[in-house]
């Protein structure tokens, strides 16, 4: 009789673990789609080279230079450049847009880029085309930032960019 109450406990507890780690497992957050994790590891990986090219093209508009942030980019194309259908080569273009902001997350414009990765550089990341598509209007508080401030009489966009 013993053994039968203990294998009867020895089954209730066994079930008792199982269901609760089922109720716990049930109460998991849902695990973020794998594709967005490549994308958000990719992008963190080329911040530097974005953050330094939108350096580069607004260092002669502001005098500081607007922040990157990877929440702020969109990745509008990723390809391959060589390969074929059963060859997996390892050159890619990546096309991006980011929107660089100055301050409290104060937009200054919206650019498009694109990098090529590949084996066959030395860094391994080359800046192919920078365009920039559109500047926004900076508030009066910032507009001390804007180089040439004085000659354009409170203007605060900068229309006649390069693009």
Do not use: W
């Not at 695990?31 to 607004?58: G, S, T, W």
């Not at 074929?84 to 096309?95: E, K, Y």
């Not at 508030?139 to 804007?146: D, G, H, Q, R, T």
Request: glycine share 6%.
């Amino acid at each position: 009789m013993k053994t039968r109450i203990r294998a009867l406990l020895l089954c209730l507890c066994m079930f008792l673990a199982i269901a609760a780690d089922s109720a716990a497992a049930a109460g998991e957050e849902p695990k973020e789609p794998k594709l967005l994790l490549y994308q958000d590891m990719v992008l963190e990986f080329l911040l530097p080279d974005i953050q330094n090219a939108v350096n580069n093209y607004y260092q002669n508009l502001l005098s500081a230079n607007p922040l990157v942030y990877p929440y702020q980019i969109d990745i509008i194309q990723a390809k391959r450049v060589n390969g074929g259908p059963g060859d997996r080569g390892f050159h890619f273009s990546i096309t991006l847009e980011t929107t660089p902001v100055l301050g409290p997350h104060i937009a200054v414009g919206k650019d498009r880029m694109t990098f090529e990765i590949s084996p066959l550089f030395p860094d391994k990341v080359k800046l192919i085309a920078f365009r920039h598509l559109q500047s926004y209007e900076l508030p009066p508080n910032l507009e001390e930032l804007l180089k040439g401030a004085g000659e354009t009489a409170g203007d605060t966009r900068y229309r006649n960019l390069p693009k």
